[in-house]
C-alpha cells in the first residue's frame, strides 16, 4: 500500500521561507518522478514544480521560478520544496504527487498518487 506524506507547512510572514517534505512508502522511491501541486480555496489544483527519479531534470510553474526549488533525497526517500520569498497568493494546501504517467506534468491527471496535503498560509 503506497502512502504518501506531507510536512512543513504553517504560517509565515511575506518575504519569509519554508521548507515542505514528503514521503513515501510501499514503492520504491527512486523509480519515480514526483512533484508538488496546490489549491487555494476556491481555486483549481495546479502543479508547482515537478523533478524526475534522478532529481537530475526539474521544472517550475512562472508563478514560483526563482523563489521555489524541488529537490529530492532517494537515500531518505524524501522529497523537497524550498520555499522563499513567500507572498499571500502563495497561500494553499500543498500536495505531493507520485508517479508520473506521462503528458503534461502540471495536469494531476497525469499522477498516480497524493498525499493529504500541508497547509501553508503567507499573512501580508
Known amino acids: 500500500q503506497v502512502q504518501v506524506v506531507e510536512s512543513g507547512g504553517g504560517l509565515v510572514q511575506a518575504g519569509g521561507s519554508l521548507r515542505l517534505s514528503c514521503t513515501a512508502s510501499?514503492?520504491?522511491?527512486?523509480?519515480?518522478?514526483m512533484g508538488w501541486f496546490r489549491q487555494a480555496p476556491g481555486k483549481e489544483r495546479e502543479g508547482v514544480s515537478y523533478i524526475n527519479w534522478s532529481g537530475r531534470i526539474t521544472y517550475y510553474a512562472d508563478s514560483v521560478k526563482g523563489r521555489f526549488t524541488i529537490s529530492r533525497d532517494n537515500a531518505k526517500n524524501t522529497l523537497y520544496l524550498q520555499m522563499n520569498v513567500l507572498k499571500p497568493e502563495d497561500t494553499a494546501m500543498y500536495y505531493c504527487?507520485?508517479?508520473?504517467?506521462?503528458?503534461?506534468?502540471?495536469?494531476?491527471?497525469?499522477?498516480?498518487?497524493w498525499g493529504q496535503g500541508t497547509q501553508v498560509t503567507v499573512s501580508s
Open positions: 504527487a507520485v508517479g508520473f504517467n506521462g503528458g503534461s506534468w502540471p495536469r494531476t491527471s497525469s499522477w498516480s498518487y
Open positions: 510501499g514503492l520504491t522511491f527512486d523509480d519515480y518522478h
